[in-house]
């Protein structure tokens, strides 16, 4: 099935917001981060809110990734349900890798 | 900080990311490593396309169908030239800049007066689309012509986005319009949410080889999200020949420095 123009606008409203949720948990966790790095350099507390901030940056993109799946499949759009899922397949080769290579 | 806000609002405004302007300024002028410069563009690229994705989520410019095809062509890319960073010259990086931003600014330089949009009446098809133009107060339809070439020009992007830090949208935006028939804001909204999963696709691996200073990292990204909030305001008004003649001239203008530095 074809989903319409309609839905899929819809949907990229909610994709919207998921994006912006990231942002803002990122960006604060970001500008926290930097001014404890300048203000407390001898603290773990810096190195643990960069790290965090550019962490939920990178998980941004895969749950949107992961919400679209979800949706698509409700929706029975196959061709999206297929792409999406090459897409997260392609994503978590990336992943494992970085992983074991720490 | 300064170069992530001015990099964040001419890449929001041309939907490339900022990266094509922020590793030359890292690299050549604050002087850091052109691989931790690289690593860092493409952590902004990340931010660049969520900001720019959920300003434009809603107005219909992009083309989530031929975008999510095209993802799956550049993120096969993204990282084969993630795992393939660490093994790269600097002299090959160099060349690689050098070379893909005098192509882009040629391309876009020869195609400054093509709309691609047809009469509202036609039926896009199953991959064109339709959207409102605030610079013509219209609507606008376009279909997408020559499907294979896009797949193999994605998956071309998605290897210079993880090797040269560049988003990719950079070949995606230009390659879409000329030889696809996508208007260039449907392009562009439809490549910043792509460049976004590309990027995706190489930073981690980066980041698990130390290319990614967490400090550097989190000014360059602020400063790029704070840019491109500037840029996306722009980038509604702006006229589609200035943004191609802005975006050519710069390609050039890095061009030619690294073509020095080789």
Redesign the interface.
């Known amino acids: 099935m074809t989903t319409s123009t309609d839905t899929l606008l819809g949907l990229e409203h909610r994709l919207g917001r998921v994006f912006v949720a990231g942002l803002t948990i990122s960006a604060s966790a970001l500008s926290i981060g930097l001014a404890a790095y300048l203000l407390l350099p001898d603290s773990r507390l810096p190195t643990l809110l960069l790290n965090g901030g550019l962490a939920v940056l990178m998980a941004t993109p895969l749950l949107r990734v992961v919400v679209s799946i979800v949706e698509y499949f409700r929706l029975r759009d196959w061709f999206f349900v297929i792409t999406t899922i090459a897409v997260l397949a392609e994503l978590m080769v990336t992943m494992i890798y970085a992983l074991t290579r720490r | 900080m300064c170069a992530g806000v001015l990099a964040g609002g001419l890449g929001a405004l041309l939907g490339i990311g900022g990266g094509v302007f922020l590793v030359p300024f890292l690299n050549s002028i604050v002087g850091v490593p052109i691989k931790i410069a690289i690593a860092t563009s493409l952590?902004t690229v990340?931010?660049t396309?969520?900001?720019v994705?959920?300003g434009t989520?809603?107005r219909?410019l992009?083309n989530?169908?031929l975008g999510?095809?095209l993802?799956?062509a550049s993120?096969?890319g993204?990282?084969a030239a993630?795992?393939a960073f660490q093994h790269l010259t600097e002299r090959l990086l160099f060349m690689g800049f050098a070379a893909v931003t005098a192509l882009i600014a040629v391309l876009m330089l020869t195609r400054l007066d093509r709309r691609n949009i047809l009469d509202a009446a036609v039926d896009p098809g199953?991959l064109g689309g339709?959207y409102f133009d605030e610079e013509s107060q219209r609507p606008v339809v376009y279909r997408v012509k020559r499907l294979p070439v896009a797949v193999t020009a994605s998956v071309a992007a998605g290897v210079i986005s993880g090797s040269l830090g560049i988003g990719g949208g950079i070949l995606k935006v230009p390659m879409l319009n000329a030889w696809c028939g996508v208007p260039m804001r449907a392009a562009a909204a439809t490549s910043a949410l792509m460049i976004?999963?590309t990027a995706?696709?190489?930073?981690?691996?980066q980041?698990?080889?130390g290319f990614?200073q967490?400090?550097l990292?989190?000014?360059a990204?602020?400063g790029v999200?704070v840019g491109s909030r500037a840029g996306l305001r722009f980038a509604g008004r702006a006229r589609s020949r200035s943004v191609k003649l802005l975006m050519a001239v710069v390609l050039m203008l890095v061009s030619t420095v690294y073509f020095f530095k080789i």
């Open positions: 952590m990340i931010a396309s969520s900001a994705s959920a989520a809603g219909n992009i989530l169908r999510m095809l993802e799956v993120a096969a993204g990282v993630g795992v199953t339709r976004g999963v995706l696709a190489s930073v981690p691996i980041y698990a080889h990614i967490p400090p990292g989190a000014a990204v602020l999200l």
